[in-house]
């Protein structure tokens, strides 16, 4: 079943690049660039400049000091209208970790994965490149955005290993509404750009209500048992990259996670293009759905 729809997918994905072309230029500012890359500030932005995490499990933000959401493309704590804030890195020599206390909740209730990265705040240029490709429907960014995963994602995953790339999947009412899964959109991305391979093992079997709004428990609650792995699927002994668009309680993944573990997946790590800023004086979640 998976080869028959596989190849309906790329022709359909074809027919909504015909419906909203891809834009000129850098898909992220617009700035003059080769059709589909990033401009040579963006990536600057996104690859050069890059930000510590404040939690080296779920992947949440450290906030810079001085910090002032708005207008995006000015250093942390400078003296404009708005804080620059881009990529997640957190190494030290031989690109092991710094050693971060976690943050509240992970430190309350460690999540099953083994540990999350995101490319940068769900703030700014990110936050407006996610909901321009999942309600604007601008497949194009899917390409840039994907390429940024791939640089995180590299990072990430111990070298030597070959994971199995898995998107975290739509239910079938809304894929039919949206016409495409952006996380697999995503994920196909980082799987062209890092040669692993991509495969849909996780399906939505259950409609569920939007997270917004709910308290931890019941958002976690929402989702219990949801997710399946595919039958044709096999998974023990595998280490899965599960991708996604953004990260904010984490509660999607940490069910997707632990869908994939029982499944047999040997290890569970997670990379999306936006995560939330660390709440190192709260156990709150920000508002969100994944």
């Known amino acids: 079943m998976r080869r028959l729809l596989n190849p309906l997918r790329e022709l359909w994905s074809d027919f909504l690049d015909l419906l909203f072309p891809p834009s000129r230029g850098c898909p992220l500012c617009g ?72 943050c509240p909740r992970c430190g309350v209730e460690r999540p099953p994965f083994n540990a999350a990265r995101a490319v940068g705040p769900y703030e700014g240029v990110l936050k407006e490149a996610v909901l321009r490709l999942k309600f604007r429907r601008e497949r194009g960014l899917a ?72 308290s931890r428990a019941n958002r976690l609650s929402n989702l219990s048992g949801c997710f399946a792995v595919a039958a044709d699927v096999l998974l023990p002994g595998r280490v899965v990259l599960l991708v996604d668009d953004v990260i904010t309680t984490g509660s999607t993944v940490r069910e997707c996670t632990s869908t994939l573990l029982a499944a047999g997946a040997a ?21 969100g759905d994944a």
């Open 143 to 214: 390409r840039p955005l994907g390429h940024l995963l791939a640089a995180v994602a590299r990072e990430l995953v111990p070298p030597g290993t070959l994971p199995l790339v898995v998107p975290v999947p739509l239910s079938r009412k809304r894929l039919q509404a949206r016409g495409f899964n952006q996380a697999e959109l995503l994920a196909r991305e980082l799987s062209l750009t890092l040669g692993w391979s991509l495969v849909p093992a996780l399906r939505k079997v259950r409609e569920t209500p939007p997270q917004t709004g709910l």
């Open 267 to 287: 290890g569970v790590y997670v990379v999306t293009v936006a995560a939330p800023f660390c709440l190192r004086n709260s156990t709150a979640g920000p508002p």
């Open 31 to 102: 700035a003059a660039a080769e059709d589909g890359e990033l401009c040579s500030r963006c990536r600057e932005m996104f690859l050069d400049n890059r930000m510590p995490v404040g939690c080296t499990i779920c992947g949440c933000f450290r906030m810079p000091s001085g910090k002032r959401t708005g207008t995006p493309g000015e250093e942390p704590g400078g003296s404009g209208g708005g804080a620059l804030v881009t990529t997640s890195r957190s190494t030290g020599r031989g690109g092991a970790p710094f050693p971060h206390p976690p």
